[in-house]
């Protein structure tokens, strides 16, 4: 949902809460951050209770539910990874104060990589010498 993202301060920056795509990369995360706190993941029900869609429109493909989770109990539509168990989710109300995991894709912006701009700049030198070279012969 946009007003989770929005309210996360990502938007702006171009990103959005993580997309959890399959065991390995809950692993990963959990490798990467540890296990041991609670963090914001880009999974939310807000629109319509007991849908759970990703921030970021990809598919759902997995989940890692722990026991007994979601329950939606309170307004609870947003999930923390860490809950209880290393790697396993639970819905939370997203108005909690925690950390999250937000990821930003590769810009697409049309903006050159610098090792375009050094191809750029070494083309066009090459281009200035040739012009030099033929103006000195000719």
Do not use: C, K
């Amino acid at each position: 949902d946009g007003a989770l993202v929005r309210r996360r301060g990502l938007g702006d920056l171009g990103g959005h809460l993580v997309t959890v795509n399959d065991g390995a990369e809950q692993a990963w995360l959990v490798a990467t951050f540890g296990g041991g706190s609670l963090y914001w993941i880009g999974f939310n029900d807000i629109a319509a209770e007991g849908s759970w869609v990703w921030v970021s429109g990809e598919p759902v493909t997995y989940t890692n539910w722990a026991g007994g989770e979601p329950n939606g109990s309170g307004g609870e539509d947003a999930a923390v990874t860490n809950w209880q168990v290393p790697g396993f989710w639970n819905d939370l109300w997203y108005g909690y104060s925690l950390p999250g995991i937000a990821e930003w894709a590769p810009p697409t912006s049309g903006v050159p990589e610098p090792a375009s701009l050094v191809l750029l700049g070494m083309g066009l030198t090459a281009l200035a010498g040739l012009g030099w070279l033929r103006r000195s012969r000719g």
